[in-house]
């Protein structure tokens, strides 16, 4: 450690206030506008406060704690804070917030959770997590340094972030395009008309016939569609085939389509299973390329009509006699192949410069943690 450095247990350099802090439930709020805080930020906003004053809050549980998580926050003015946060008042003599919340942000304070159901930075290991401490006149300049450098890294984030949004919107755009304008020889047809549509279901309770056994078969989730574009090729958990006789086939080729949640947004099957009620199964004819139907469903020409279906005021989810009204344009085959073909090139120019400016923003992240680390260091 850099001379005239220390390294001390954060509950040395703060006092906790976490027993002024008190939860409220929902029901029992009083609308305000005073901000109410939970573990990574306001969750709501409520008529009382309990502080008034600049603090740090620092997630006890139902926050994230690795590197970078940004797990550490100042807060200011009238507040109100629950109890899935710590509430941290800075001796000020000792150590600034904006290094402290610097500080606990760079570290990875995994090591110091406990409980793997429900994962909580207990208050006596917060106590225990090490903090360098430079003097005080080294940590305003190390403090003003870093602002300095965040704040272009952080203009740098913005105009990437911007350019990868405006690649995505521009292939919507162009896909938006080709159902909207339509051409000679299309016809809308309700999507009941289409294909075959019909709900999952699922065996209850699930857990009584989840299996590891090699005999058992897939059971497709949600889940499973994570950082999934359009191919579902696996699953993580089977069910028995006495569960299967209850829930709903889908075969290879076959399109699996959400119902609630994150509904509307299509799959198309690269192996066999069953799913659940959170699902429709759409069978195609032999005249609809998928290929072509996939980016059809996938468009905001339908996603728009999905939206406007959906119903439901707390969790959206649309009906099976809903969803067959969607009415989409189907042109003839040929032309389905051509615009499968044109979209594929879209899509992969689009994947080329998302996959870049993705690059660059891990880049910014890269140089934030080596400027961070530097700055710990003593090397700022």
């Not at 080294?138 to 272009?152: G, N, P, S």
């Not at 067959?324 to 085959?333: F, R, S």
């Not at 040929?334 to 923003?361: C, H, R, W, Y």
Request: glycine fraction near 8%.
């Amino acid at each position: 450690m850099k001379q005239g450095w220390i390294e001390t247990g954060l509950g040395e350099i703060c006092e906790v206030l976490d027993t002024k802090r008190k939860p409220i439930t929902k029901r029992n709020r009083t609308e305000g506008d005073i901000p109410y805080y939970g573990a990574t930020g306001i969750v709501d906003w409520v008529k009382d406060y309990i502080f008034d004053e600049p603090l740090i809050l620092l997630g006890e549980d139902g926050a994230k704690w690795d590197s970078g998580e940004n797990s550490a926050f100042k807060i200011e003015g009238k507040t109100w804070v629950n109890n899935h946060a710590h509430v941290l008042r800075p001796i000020r003599e000792k150590v600034m917030d904006n290094w402290l919340i610097y500080n606990l942000n760079y570290q990875n304070l995994l090591s110091f959770v406990t409980g793997l159901t429900v994962p909580k930075l207990n208050q006596g290991n917060m106590r225990t997590i090490p903090i360098p401490i430079p003097p005080l006149e080294e940590q305003k300049r190390i403090v003003t340094k870093l602002d300095e450098c965040f704040e272009a890294i952080d203009k740098a984030r913005v105009n990437v972030e911007k350019n990868l949004n405006n690649a995505k919107e521009l292939f919507q755009s162009q896909l938006n395009q080709i159902f909207s304008q339509k051409g000679d020889g299309w016809v809308e047809k309700k999507l009941g008309e289409v294909c075959i549509v019909e709900r999952g279901s699922s065996p209850r309770p699930i857990k009584d016939y989840l299996t590891e056994s090699e005999d058992g078969v897939n059971w497709i989730k949600i889940g499973d569609t994570k950082n999934v574009e359009k191919y579902i090729y696996a699953t993580k958990q089977k069910i028995t085939k006495e569960g299967a006789n209850r829930s709903r086939f889908v075969d290879v080729g076959d399109f699996i389509l959400t119902n609630s949640m994150t509904y509307g947004k299509p799959y198309i099957m690269k192996t066999k299973g069953y799913i659940h009620d959170g699902w429709f199964v759409l069978r195609l004819p032999d005249e609809i390329n998928s290929e072509f139907f996939w980016y059809l469903l996938a468009s905001p020409y339908t996603m728009e009509q999905f939206e406007y279906l959906a119903a439901g005021a707390i969790v959206k989810n649309i009906s099976g006699d809903l969803v067959k009204k969607a009415i989409l344009p189907i042109p003839p085959i040929g032309e389905q192949a051509t615009i499968v073909e044109k979209m594929d090139t879209l899509s992969s120019q689009t994947q080329f410069l998302e996959s870049n400016f993705q690059q660059e923003l891990d880049a910014l992240d890269e140089l934030k943690k080596s400027i961070l680390q530097k700055a710990f260091n003593g090397e700022l």
